[in-house]
């Protein structure tokens, strides 16, 4: 004789054994750690680190100028973690740090204070770059955005003078050399003859004539 089918409410449980169990929820404990996230866990810390810096950063061509930011707060801060500069023109330097690619640089917290920027003569434009909080996992904790504006030095407005000739004034000229005054010649008997009277001759050519 067949026995009556157990109901569906009735149907005995299915038991796991008990390192099935706490295998289970240790994995449980391990996904929710994972769905916390980096901000969950600098904000257990003390807060998530931020970066401040400048909206635009005014420059001149062939000039070196502070390179101002901030990063904080300490605690929020992952160990050997490092700041990440991009976007910077092709030929800028920084004083702090090594160079990871044309226009971007790895630069150490510590250094942060003393970083400069120096710039080339044919370095002209804008350049939008991005500074980054990086852990030593490579994940990035913050970031924040700044302008460097490099333009050329206002030109003077003073003019060159002008020549005086140029605006039709007149130029005073050097006085005349003094010419050496020559001595008298004596006049030639023909020329003495021209100017006398008739007397006057005959009486000339007698004593020309006695000599």
Do not use: C
């Not at 289970?24 to 904000?43: F, H, K, N, P, R």
């Not at 690619?101 to 920027?117: E, F, M």
Request: no cysteine; glycine share 8%.
């Amino acid at each position: 004789m067949r026995e009556p089918a157990l109901k569906r409410g009735n149907r005995p449980r299915r038991r796991w054994p008990p390192f099935q169990r706490i295998s289970g929820a240790v994995a449980a404990v391990v996904a929710m750690l994972a769905l916390i996230g980096e901000a969950d866990w600098a904000s257990a810390q003390g807060g998530a680190p931020t970066i401040e810096v400048a909206n635009t950063i005014l420059a001149e061509p062939a000039t070196q100028i502070p390179f101002l930011m901030g990063v904080g707060p300490s605690r929020a801060i992952r160990r050997n973690s490092f700041v990440r500069v991009r976007g910077l023109p092709p030929m800028a330097a920084l004083s702090e740090g090594y160079s990871i690619a044309p226009g971007s640089w790895s630069v150490p917290l510590q250094a942060l204070s003393n970083l400069k920027i120096t710039l080339p003569v044919a370095a002209e434009g804008r350049a939008d770059v991005v500074v980054s909080l990086i852990a030593v996992d490579g994940s990035v904790l913050a970031e924040a955005r700044t302008t460097l504006v490099v333009r050329p030095p206002p030109r003077s407005s003073a003019r060159p003078p002008v020549p005086a000739a140029a605006l039709g004034a007149r130029v005073p000229q050097p006085p005349p050399a003094e010419r050496p005054e020559r001595s008298p010649q004596p006049a030639s008997p023909a020329t003495v003859a021209r100017t006398l009277t008739g007397r006057e001759r005959g009486l000339h050519l007698l004593k020309k004539g006695e000599e």
